[in-house]
């Protein structure tokens, strides 16, 4: 059974006669800072044989948030004419489906003419052009790359307020449902003695001194334990103090002890290292909360992207939210060390989130005593008041 298509941020339209060496530079360039399952470039098996090639390109297109259009001094827009023409069919579909597009000028090349152009892919012209040359690489590059990571993080930052905002009325409207239902009802009890119904109420009457006292019934659930989602709980650590757990569905940073440094996604993707402090995006690629799932332990959600801390594959980094047996290489839980430090130990396997050998990569390790342990060591900050 074939998998699902994979989701592509970016994706790369050109013609091979005319920009096809420059779209496999910029390819590699973008595939090591992004991750090369987040660029889609038609070479090197992206389209599999027997594919029906216009339905992969529709679906990556569906997903992209970025269509970078390379122009060179050939890019023969006589062939635009032709509706199947791959280039025309590719930013026409970008446009009707809202993808920012971005035409690249490359090594000094014109803009086509409105007259050049088919009118379903005119709107190109208005669309701020960038340009790229070989004399000014690295500058050229580190500008569309900086325009494509607030696009990127834009996208996701939509999406996820568009689904928690769904989520939330799906809640109330439940809510409502429940309160409406409880409301009609009348709770019966028979009267041994009379075999007639009586109807409970909330207050019960009592005499006292001549005049009736009318005084709320104690529920007997007042004496429950509080839930894993009240705003504090407590923990005993080893050393006797009692530190405070970060409260369920706020969001904070994650300190690493070994350098002060906060846990960061990595200009909102899904890779993770370490930052003194990134205000990318208002900061909310740093962001996390924890979301409680039960005897624990927890998820931990990025703010920017909603994507959760996962370890289910060789690196730690962020994912969607995984269910049955996958959920356990997301679920988290702090153990604490003692001086408001604790570590974060994943449930899948014990192992805990650590800096490898104290650099910047976010790995998994057994438990370890180097640098005292401050390589796995972690704090909640509260975030800074500037957060979105």
């Known amino acids: 059974m074939r998998a699902g298509p994979v989701r592509r941020e970016i994706f790369i339209c050109y013609r091979r006669n005319d920009t096809g060496a420059y779209a496999g530079r910029l390819n590699d360039a973008l595939s090591n800072e992004f991750g090369e399952d987040n660029v889609f470039f038609d070479r090197g098996g992206a389209i599999d044989g027997g594919d029906d090639w ?11 948030a970025a269509l970078l259009v390379l122009i060179g001094i050939n890019w023969q827009t006589a062939r635009l004419a032709d509706p199947e023409d791959l280039v025309r069919r590719e930013i026409s579909s970008a446009l009707a489906r809202g993808v920012r597009v971005i035409p690249i000028l490359v090594n000094d090349a014109s803009l086509p003419s409105a007259a050049d152009l088919p ?14 040359t070989d004399r000014h690489w690295r500058t050229d590059y580190e500008r569309l790359a900086k325009s494509i990571r607030r696009e990127i993080a834009r996208r996701r930052r939509t999406m996820f307020t568009l689904l928690t905002s769904r989520s939330s009325l799906a809640v109330l409207a439940v809510v409502l449902v429940l309160g409406l239902f409880l409301a009609t009802q009348k709770w019966k009890t028979v009267d041994p003695s009379t075999g007639t119904d009586t109807t409970t109420s909330s207050t019960v009457t009592t005499v006292q001194n001549g005049t009736a006292d009318d005084s709320p019934v104690q529920d007997a659930s007042t004496d429950a334990q509080p839930p894993p989602e009240a705003d504090t709980t407590n923990s005993e650590t080893s050393t006797g103090r009692t530190e405070s757990m970060p409260i369920s569905n706020q969001y904070y ?10 846990l960061d ?14 205000d990318f995006d208002g900061g909310s690629c740093e962001l996390f909360r924890f979301v409680a799932n039960g005897d624990g332990w927890s998820r931990l959600q990025l703010m920017a992207t909603g994507k959760y801390l996962d370890a289910c594959a060789a690196e730690v980094r962020l994912d969607e939210g995984k269910s049955g047996d996958y959920s356990s290489c997301q679920l988290w839980r702090l153990v604490p060390a003692g001086e408001g430090w604790s570590r974060l130990q994943l449930k899948r396997d014990g192992q805990y989130l650590e800096a490898e050998r104290c650099s910047t990569k976010i790995a998994l390790g057994p438990i370890s005593d180097s640098e005292d342990g401050a390589c796995q060591l972690w704090r ?4 800074p008041a500037n957060a979105p």
Do not use: W
């Open 380 to 383: 909640i900050v509260a975030p």
């Open 54 to 64: 216009k339905k992969v390109i529709d679906e990556r297109l569906e997903s992209c």
């Open 253 to 262: 940073r994650l300190q690493l002890k070994h350098t002060k440094q906060f």
């Open 265 to 278: 996604a990595s200009y909102c993707t899904n890779d993770l290292n370490l930052q003194a402090g990134s």
């Open 119 to 132: 009118e379903e892919i005119r709107p190109v012209l208005d669309r701020q052009i960038m340009e790229m």
